[in-house]
């Protein structure tokens, strides 16, 4: 069963606007959250984080928001440029060697 | 630095082929991964290493076999294919086992598998 889920698998947005991806999960037990951007024929590289203790956590255009009470999490990307059109992957933690992930959001950011 | 390679890039097989898929880091890193990824789902962990000798089964790992007598090699083995592990491969490496910002994981570029 899938403890991560992105229920939108594709997002387009005009550039210099806002994206907002997000990422719901079931495990109350997850104490770190992760976000990838994967672009074609590479593998996922690691774009922003943030620990359960807190709620936002913000590096340049990039913001990750978390509610744990609605066990949802959700990035914000302000603003958009072209080269933000990737596939973004939520992760989420609790243990070791056991990061578990969404299932993707194509985002496509129009010129 | 190259980061994280594999190979082979792309490969079709056989039901019931063998294979070994190679992934390599030149960052020093004890920690490596194997995940698949499939249409609608996530990337799933396979198996993982903590170390050079070792070896440890992931969410998904049956089927799959894996080696680490290097650190910096990590082989993931099929040792007779079927349809069901029709897949993208991606390999990952990290310093240590507890994501977090400072401890990413960084990802190869893929394999991707055919199985007929």
């Known amino acids: 069963d899938q403890q991560v889920k992105q229920n939108s698998p594709s997002l387009s947005v005009q550039e210099g606007r806002i994206s907002i991806l997000n990422c719901d999960y079931t495990n109350s037990m997850f104490d770190y959250f992760l976000w990838y951007k994967k672009y074609p024929a590479e593998g996922p590289t690691f774009l922003i984080s943030i620990s359960s203790i807190k709620d936002k956590n913000e590096d340049g255009r990039f913001t990750v928001f978390l509610n744990k009470s609605a066990k949802h999490l959700s990035l914000h990307i302000v603003p958009s440029q072209p080269g933000d059109s990737a596939v973004y992957f939520c992760?989420?933690?609790?243990?070791?060697?056991?990061?578990?992930f969404g299932a993707g959001t194509r985002l496509t950011v129009k010129p | 630095n190259a980061g994280v390679t594999q190979t082979p890039k792309f490969r079709v097989l056989k039901t019931g082929q063998s294979m070994t898929l190679l992934c390599a880091q030149d960052m020093n890193h004890e920690y490596m991964y194997w995940y698949r990824q499939d249409p609608g789902m996530g990337l799933r962990l396979i198996h993982y290493?903590?170390?050079?000798?070792?070896?440890a089964k992931g969410e998904v790992p049956d089927g799959y076999n894996v080696s680490r007598l290097k650190k910096q090699n990590f082989l993931l083995g099929l040792e007779s294919a079927a349809p069901s592990q029709t897949s993208v491969y991606f390999c990952?490496?990290?310093?240590?086992?507890?994501?977090?910002?400072?401890?990413?994981?960084?990802f190869g570029p893929g394999t991707r598998l055919t199985v007929l």
């Open positions: 290493s903590v170390g050079e000798g070792t070896t």
């Open positions: 990952a490496s990290s310093f240590s086992g507890r994501a977090r910002s400072y401890n990413e994981q960084f």
């Open positions: 992760a989420a933690s609790e243990v070791e060697n056991d990061m578990r």
